[in-house]
Nanobody
Framework: QVQLVESGGGLVQAGGSLRLSCAASGRTLSSYTMGWFRQAPGKEREFVAA???????YYEDTVKDRFTISRDNAKNSVYLQMNSLKPEDTAVYYC????????????????WGQGTQVTVSS
């Protein structure tokens, strides 16, 4: 069993930055693909970014060049650095883990955190 806990969300003005953290317990994440997803009010949960066990990264088009996903296997953690934030980035952000499946597909992920709120004001 894997437990994931997100932190680092908050309120920030447009153009600002936040760094989200996801701490895992129960098992090492070294063999897992890790992903970040988000869900805005009235919208479906959507893919944001993912990083494979080998360090390959993938990003949703609207966050490319603004967000950076990284992992620290020694700390059993994954991070999402978010720069140049926009009001449309406002959402609950979720950390997720999987050992199989397509990295950008939500149904591929078995383990999920509870989410952390990111609010970007205009």
């Amino acid at each position: 069993q894997v437990q994931l806990v997100e932190s680092g969300g908050g309120l920030v003005q447009a153009g600002g930055s936040l760094r989200l953290s996801c701490a895992a317990s129960g098992r090492t994440l070294s063999s897992y693909t890790m992903g970040w997803f988000r869900q805005a009010p009235g919208k479906e949960r959507e893919f944001v970014a993912a990083i494979s066990w080998g360090g390959n990264t993938y990003y949703e088009d609207t966050v490319k060049d603004r967000f950076t996903i990284s992992r620290d296997n020694a700390k059993n953690s994954v991070y999402l650095q978010m720069n140049s934030l926009k009001p449309e980035d406002t959402a609950v952000y979720y950390c997720a883990a999987t050992q199989v499946g397509i990295m950008t597909v939500i149904s591929s992920y078995r383990y999920w955190g509870q989410g952390t709120q990111v609010t970007v004001s205009s």
